[in-house]
């Protein structure tokens, strides 16, 4: 099983290489973290086409619209997409699977992809407006007209028809059309680098919640130890009272950590389902379709942060797909700027026609001696100036609203580069501490289970009291779901971490 999609390829430069994070030494995971979330050639939904091909408009380490078109033509895609929407029953899924399934299953998927497609058709859209418009015409008519002569009038009445062509071309506009071209490019580039994105968002959600899953079984297991820790010392409790080395409030009180400790056991268990529907609709089935999911319990985590925050920073601000699509956006408002400032200046263009006329059965009155009928070829041509000089201030007005959108852009383009900054030391910040607090948690679980086995021994040979042990009992269960927790924080900051920098690095 691959990452990358059926029918598409990796820019040139990019083929051998997927997508990583280096700044993050994540051994193992390494693998599951940067190739889940840097999706730039993910999986479009299947049996998808488009007809565009603009290939300056692509960001980088993307799927450009020729390569995909190109790759479309030479391999066929699969057969249904229900085919893709069914987990395959027996294949175990890792967190890579999982992200490979919900980018061809999920609706926000291909909801993205359409608004692209979308996108692209508007780049011809536009584009249409340099070439000529060739208009087929025909129409007939029964006519009466009346001329005033001396004392009297002419009326003459009969049958019409023409049948022809009219040509209409724009042949100089003072940038209109190039700059409505570019924009729809820059929103094409827009729409691409907000797919990318998506994508990205799609296997973070993913990713949080496949953690989550798997911290929720590693608690049912832990829960289970409790459980049967919390049995075999209300069974020592109970041997020792029938020899009359305990008291029955001893035995209560383990029959009550007993209880308590079924209790989580089984509220442990219902929030697994609670958690497994969330992952469910995350991937975009549905819950009651089987997944066999892949133990990552045993697998290395993160240990260090390899690179300074503001080296990540710095990655981020060049490549970060959310950041593109706003510059592309800022772009095409300029473009809209230049295309309201042309309007001042005036159009230039050649319209035509050529036809067959036809008239027939026609009378006078006074009459004449003959009816008369004409069936000719007829045509005209003409070169057209038009420069519109007062509209009432609308063009002025358009002008300064473009301006105006263009600056609220450029904010939100700051505003952005400032959240994503945020983001990344928060992230930064949060991985580094959940690095620290895996040291601590693994140190505090081994001390409780050291603390456990040795007053359980003592309790045994009576040294310690029932109170002392399942004090003890109660820290290793406590140090337990440290553990697990502090496991899947790691994991969920380590994968913050990478979606908040744009899940790619300029070194990869």
């Given at each position: 099983m691959t990452l990358f999609?059926?029918?598409?390829?990796l820019a040139p430069d990019r083929r051998l290489n997927p997508p990583r994070a280096p700044w993050l030494k994540l051994n193992p995971v390494r693998a599951v973290?940067?190739?889940?979330?840097?999706l730039a050639a993910c999986t479009p939904p299947s049996q998808l086409r488009t007809e565009v091909a603009p290939a300056a408009a692509a960001p980088p380490r993307s799927v450009t619209w020729s390569e995909y078109r190109m790759a479309n033509a030479a391999t066929p895609g699969p057969t249904t997409d229900s085919e893709a929407a069914t987990p395959k029953p027996g294949q175990s899924y890792d967190l890579p699977a999982l992200v490979d399934l919900a980018l061809q299953t999920h609706p926000e998927t291909r909801q993205s992809w359409e608004e692209a497609k979308a996108a692209a058709a508007r780049v011809d859209k536009q584009r249409s407006a340099w070439y000529p418009a060739l208009t087929a015409l025909a129409f007939g008519q029964y006519f009466k007209t009346s001329i005033p002569i001396p004392e009297s009038a002419l009326v003459s009445h009969g049958y019409g028809s023409f049948a022809g062509l009219e040509l209409a071309w724009t042949l100089f506009d003072f940038g209109r059309r190039e700059?409505?071209?570019d924009a729809s490019l820059q929103r094409l580039e827009a729409a691409q680098s907000a797919l990318t994105r998506k994508h990205q968002q799609i296997a973070y959600r993913v990713a949080t919640s496949f953690f989550t899953y798997q911290a929720a079984l590693a608690k049912v297991n832990a829960a289970q130890q409790t459980f049967a820790a919390a049995e075999t010392n209300a069974a020592a409790v109970r041997a020792k009272l029938q020899r009359g080395f305990a008291t029955r409030p001893d035995l209560l009180l383990a029959i009550q950590e007993q209880a308590k400790a079924n209790y989580d056991l089984q509220d442990t268990r219902g929030s697994v389902t609670q958690i497994r529907a969330e992952l469910a609709a995350n991937i975009g089935t549905s819950p009651s379709q089987t997944l066999q999911l892949?133990?990552?319990s045993q697998v290395a985590l993160p240990d260090k942060l390899a690179a300074s925050v503001e080296n990540i920073v710095d990655d981020a601000l060049a490549q970060h797909p959310e950041l593109m699509a706003r510059l592309a956006e800022l772009r095409a408002r300029e473009a809209e700027v230049k295309k309201a400032r042309a309007e001042f200046w005036p159009k230039l263009s050649v319209k035509g026609n050529v036809g067959n006329q036809y008239w027939g059965d026609v009378h006078t009155r006074p009459a004449s001696r003959q009816n008369y009928a004409s069936d000719d070829l007829v045509g005209s041509a003409m070169l057209n100036l038009e420069w519109k000089l007062f509209d009432g201030f609308e063009r002025n007005s358009a002008v300064r609203e473009a301006e105006a959108k263009q600056q609220a852009s450029?904010?939100?383009?700051?505003a952005l580069r400032l959240a994503i900054m945020r983001d990344i030391w928060q992230a930064y910040a949060d991985t580094k501490t959940a690095l620290e607090k895996r040291e601590f948690a693994l140190a505090?679980?081994?001390?409780?289970?050291?603390?456990?086995?040795?007053?359980?021994?003592?309790?045994?040979h009576g040294f310690s009291t029932v109170i002392e042990l399942l004090s003890a009992q109660k820290d290793l269960a406590r140090a337990r779901y440290t553990e697990i927790d502090s496991r899947a924080g790691l994991l969920k900051s380590a994968t913050a971490l990478v979606y908040a920098a744009g899940g790619r690095n300029s070194d990869e």
């Open positions: 999609p059926r029918n598409a390829q973290l940067a190739l889940a979330l840097p700059a409505l071209v892949v133990d990552l450029q904010a939100e383009v700051e505090l679980l081994r001390a409780a289970e050291e603390s456990f086995a040795a007053t359980q021994e003592s309790y045994n």
